[in-house]
């Protein structure tokens, strides 16, 4: 079984539109994240949620909201998508994300194409 | 930002091990050292950690200097699968996974 599952893994759709990327763990962790990686294959992180709180807010648009509904789920949801968010999006979790050194599981992305 | 610096890329001859070079020159006292790797079309892969001892696990080891200013990498036998982006980030113990990436080292594994 996939322990990060993304899904869909690609999504093409057209400017001002609404999207959902959905994202879960079977790996029993209690926090995950949405990195971006954009078409200079920089990988940067958007959120992270540890037991369903919000930790990690970096400085993104508020059209992307994070929802988690359990530990287990981490969705990212885009309203009014413009052309500049076309990339991939990496959701990952890891086994705890506030004290400790632990290892990151990514997913295989999601690759988001905006027309 | 990052505060790692990594040749852009790199080749290796398959079998022959792997010697990936970082610079850390600012890292601190509680930040550790992380190698992930990112194959193409794949999502990052957690290699190996470590924070002054030399690290050594299934997939590589991990050499920090002793001043902790740098770091390498070791594949020590290479193959055609190893070709991937390898990413060098460091990161404080105690704060949240926060990961910043850099730009990596595109290794290419030669038949």
């Known amino acids: 079984d996939t322990a990060v599952s993304q899904t869909p893994k690609y999504l093409v759709t057209q400017m001002g539109n609404d999207k959902s990327i959905k994202c879960e763990q079977n790996?029993?962790?209690?926090?995950m994240y949405w990195y971006k990686q954009d078409s200079k294959k920089f990988l940067k992180i958007m959120f992270s949620?540890?037991?369903?709180?919000?930790?990690i807010n970096e400085t993104v648009p508020n059209r992307f909201s994070p929802k988690s509904p359990d530990k287990a789920h981490l969705n990212l949801h885009i309203n009014s998508l413009e052309l500049g968010d076309s990339a991939v999006y990496f959701c990952?979790?890891?086994?705890?994300?506030?004290?400790?050194?632990?290892?990151?599981?990514f997913g295989s992305g999601t690759q988001l194409s905006v027309l | 930002d990052a505060k790692t610096t990594q040749p852009t890329s790199m080749d290796c001859a398959e079998g022959r091990a792997a010697n990936l070079p970082c610079n850390h020159s600012?890292?601190?006292?509680?930040?550790?050292v992380y190698w992930y790797r990112q194959i193409h079309s794949q999502g990052p892969q957690y290699i190996i950690h470590?924070?002054?001892n030399n690290e050594t696990n299934e997939m590589a080891s991990l050499i920090i200097t002793e001043d902790r200013k740098s770091s390498t990498l070791i594949l020590p036998h290479a193959t055609l699968r190893d070709t991937a982006v390898y990413y060098c980030?460091?990161?404080?113990?105690?704060?949240?996974?926060?990961?910043?990436f850099g730009t990596g080292t595109l290794l290419a594994v030669q038949p």
């Open positions: 990952a979790s890891s086994r705890q994300g506030r004290t400790t050194n632990e290892k990151l599981f």
């Open positions: 790996l029993g962790h209690d926090t």
């Open positions: 949620y540890n037991n369903k709180e919000l930790i």
């Open positions: 600012t890292i601190s006292g509680n930040e550790y």
């Open positions: 470590g924070l002054k």
């Open positions: 980030i460091v990161r404080a113990g105690g704060a949240t996974n926060k990961l910043i």
